[in-house]
């Protein structure tokens, strides 16, 4: 067990060396002075989008739970509720960022 994290820490530091030191890297500020990094915008995006597939994963992993705790048994025939609730989260986010009530609504967009 010990190894596997050693390994784990091991890989991710070698992987932020290598992003760091890549020349075609537009966020390495030292190999490319003027790179600006993120915008606002593209922050925001990045935010919104990784807590709504947190969310989504919670959301999963709370079903596989309760179905557990009551069967007794993991039962994985409810994939199908699970990407009807996926495929209309996808439509309704890109009907309302073709509308532009994404990115100017940044609290809407949480709820």
């Known amino acids: 067990m010990r190894v ?9 530091i070698l992987a932020f060396i290598w ?17 600006t ?5 593209q922050f925001r ?9 947190g969310c989504m994963y919670g959301l999963i992993a709370l ?18 509720v699970f990407m009807v609730g996926a495929m209309t989260g996808m439509i ?3 009907k309302l960022a073709d509308a532009g ?4 609504n940044f609290i809407g967009s949480l709820i």
């Open 45 to 53: 995006g990045l935010i919104i989008s990784g807590v709504a597939q």
């Open 4 to 12: 596997a994290i050693l390994t784990l820490v091991a890989v991710g």
């Open 92 to 94: 309704t986010s890109n």
């Open 19 to 35: 992003q760091e030191i890549d020349t075609d890297n537009p966020f390495a500020r030292w190999a490319n002075p003027d790179a």
């Open 101 to 104: 009530l994404w990115e100017s």
């Open 63 to 80: 079903g596989y739970s309760m179905v557990y705790g009551v069967l007794g048994f993991i039962n994985f025939a409810h994939g199908e």
């Open 37 to 41: 990094g993120l915008t606002g915008a």
